[in-house]
């Protein structure tokens, strides 16, 4: 079992054990063995001395480095070397044995060990007092006694889970779930942020956050969401904001699971974005939370009685910027999340005006330059949003014009757009200084702004075309 470690660190760690009460392989390292995956760290529970286990094994392998990891009531600590983790972790509240240790577990596919010499043949040697082998076989969650209790965290470690393994919570644990989401706002939001994480990593995220909701789990960490739930919208549209945006999260991993079938023509750039993991929890971020400012913008007293959610975008990203800093999210990710949610609605605007004819330049332009690297990003957003509205009023062909959009605009990104944005600069602003007799100031970005714009529309190619026309541009201005 403990092959996918260096031998080196298997020796290490069993010389440290002579020295110390029985280690017993637990947790997330002993359940992914048994289920055929390789764990991420390796577990290891002690019933005393966790840390002097830890300076122990550093002394043995002549380096590494300690984390400690505990907190006053519970002792651990991390062993890093040669990018290998050893987690140490001593007998919670009192426990004397590895049995009743067990029982303090958060569910019982967790609440399993065996002893590090019996490591090779686990299933032998099991120990598991609740009965947690037959859950991890028919994949079941099952919480152990107390296990909310006494860390409420552990309520939404059970939906990532739910989420990482495809398992299912039993009605006891989803009782126990409404009994006590309100605990939750006792954990730090650090460790909310990083369970919140590792389901938006995942295909099921849309299922697991819509369980969430109907334990009332999910008010609880982001209640902005509840505002959505029964709003009426407009006839796009045949859900409710809330369960929109659940539904939009899920069709987008359908668009992220068969590009091709979305982007024709430019369905590798689509496939490139999507490579990255990251871009891929951003996007799962965005489809949840991009109508997330149509509750405070609803309005059916005006147009006639129709629906609207004026501004709701920019308003999304405004309510948006306070759940990522209450969530402690990076501010790169924070601001790339928000983008998008700002975005959201510039494909289906340019949808429209393409109806009626061709799209300026200009509109082009603006597009690619606020999107950035983000623009395949937004049209599977897009997409996903358009396959998740199926009102009567929606265009038949939404998505295949969403499609032949993105092609013309990144058509033209390639070909004017990065041209003009990362070519060779043909004005710069001591050109605006020395041959204009300019002062520094706004002044000069608009100009160069709107120079951008004449060599997207190809009226500007040369460094004497850009100089006559800053030139007409001045006198004009004056």
Request: charged content about 30%; hydrophobic content about 40%; aromatic content about 8%.
């Amino acid at each position: 079992m403990t092959h996918f470690l260096p031998q080196a660190l298997m020796r290490a760690v069993a010389l440290v054990e002579k020295h110390h009460f029985p280690f017993y392989i637990t947790g997330g390292t002993l359940r992914d063995r048994l289920l055929g995956r390789n764990p991420a760290d390796f577990d290891i529970t002690v019933k005393e001395g966790a840390l002097q286990c830890c300076r122990d094994l550093l002394h043995v392998l002549h380096g590494g480095a300690l984390v400690k990891l505990g907190t006053d009531t519970e002792e651990a600590a991390r062993v890093v070397w040669q990018g290998n983790c050893i987690d140490f972790s001593a007998f919670r509240k009192g426990a004397q044995t590895i049995e009743e240790e067990l029982h303090h577990r958060d569910f019982s596919i967790n609440a399993l060990a065996v002893e590090l010499r019996h490591s090779h043949e686990p299933c032998a040697h099991l120990i598991d007092p609740l009965g947690g082998l037959w859950d991890l076989r028919e994949g079941i969650l099952r919480c152990c006694p107390e296990a909310f209790a006494d860390d409420p965290l552990r309520m939404l470690r059970g939906y990532r889970l739910r989420a990482e393994l495809g398992f299912t919570m039993d009605n006891e644990c989803i009782t126990m779930v409404r009994q006590h989401c309100k605990e939750i706002r006792k954990s730090a939001m650090e460790r909310v942020h990083y369970e919140l994480d590792r389901i938006m990593s995942t295909a099921s995220a849309a299922e697991v956050f819509k369980d969430m909701a109907g334990t009332g789990l999910l008010w609880e960490i982001l209640p902005e969401l509840e505002e959505g739930v029964g709003l009426e919208q407009p006839g796009y549209h045949h859900e409710d904001v809330f369960h929109h945006s659940i539904l939009a999260l899920q069709c987008l991993d359908r668009v992220m699971a068969e590009p091709n079938r979305y982007f024709a023509e430019h369905a590798e750039t689509v496939t490139d974005y999507l490579g990255d993991d990251a871009r891929r929890r951003r996007l799962r971020w965005s489809a949840l939370f991009h109508d997330l400012g149509k509750p405070s913008t609803f309005s059916s007293g005006t147009m006639g009685g129709r629906i609207t959610f004026y501004n709701h975008d920019r308003v999304g990203r405004e309510i948006f910027a306070d759940i990522a800093r209450r969530l402690r999210m990076s501010r790169v990710e924070a601001e790339r999340i928000g983008l998008l949610i700002e975005m959201h609605m510039h494909p289906f605007h340019l949808s429209n005006v393409r109806r009626k004819g061709r799209l300026s330049r200009r509109a082009l332009l603006r597009i690619c330059k606020k999107a950035g690297n983000e623009l395949p990003g937004l049209f599977v957003l897009a997409m996903a949003d358009s396959l998740a509205g199926q009102g009567e009023l929606k265009p038949a062909d939404m998505e295949q014009e969403l499609s032949c959009l993105f092609d013309e605009i990144k058509t033209a990104d390639e070909k004017l757009v990065q041209p003009a944005l990362h070519g060779e600069k043909l004005v710069t602003g001591n050109d605006l200084i020395g041959i204009f007799h300019l002062s520094p100031g706004p002044y000069f970005r608009e100009i160069l702004d709107e120079l951008e714009v004449a060599r997207v529309e190809e009226k500007v190619r040369t460094r004497e075309d850009a100089l006559s026309w800053v030139g007409n541009y001045i006198e004009n201005d004056n």
